[in-house]
């Protein structure tokens, strides 16, 4: 992990500086559900062992709607475009939920995880933003798989 990583990671991981950061990055839709007076830092280590040693991300979880529903937050810093981030992110959270089903064995549902990626190259973002860009089908067909698809 580089310098640059490694100050992103320090400073974002306390969640008083990355609410901000957060609300800004998500949605509006979503973050004005977001009880931000819940979010909570959840150390390295704590879901994959192999993402907290070769990489920046960073995972919250936080309450939505005053609901005791969990939902996760994946932190992902990134400086060069990344052809596959959908599935590079998939696979993140397929770790994630594994984890979290080893932890804890008996859990029935899973907590939804937002993805969200903190982009600062020299152009705009211009490769894949969703799954759906990386699947070879048409709208049509896709529309009839999409039940069926991540």
């Not at 992110?89 to 994630?96: A, D, G, V």
């Amino acid at each position: 992990m580089g310098d640059h990583d490694l100050l992103f990671r320090s400073v974002f991981a306390d969640p008083v500086h990355a609410r901000g950061l957060l609300r800004s990055a998500l949605p509006a839709h979503i973050a004005r559900r977001v009880d931000w007076t819940t979010l909570a830092s959840h150390p390295p280590g704590t879901i994959d062992e192999t993402l907290s040693e070769t990489s920046s991300d960073l995972l919250f979880s936080a309450t939505i709607d005053g609901e005791a529903v969990l939902i996760y937050l994946l932190l992902e810093h990134q400086s060069t475009q990344h052809a596959r981030m959908p599935l590079r992110l998939l696979s993140y959270m397929t770790r994630i939920w594994g984890k979290i089903l080893e932890d804890h064995p008996d859990t029935e549902r899973l907590p939804p995880i937002v993805p969200v990626v903190v982009y600062h190259g020299d152009r705009p973002w211009s490769a894949a933003r969703s799954l759906r860009e990386l699947l070879a089908c048409d709208d049509a067909l896709f529309g009839v798989l999409a039940p069926h698809v991540p």
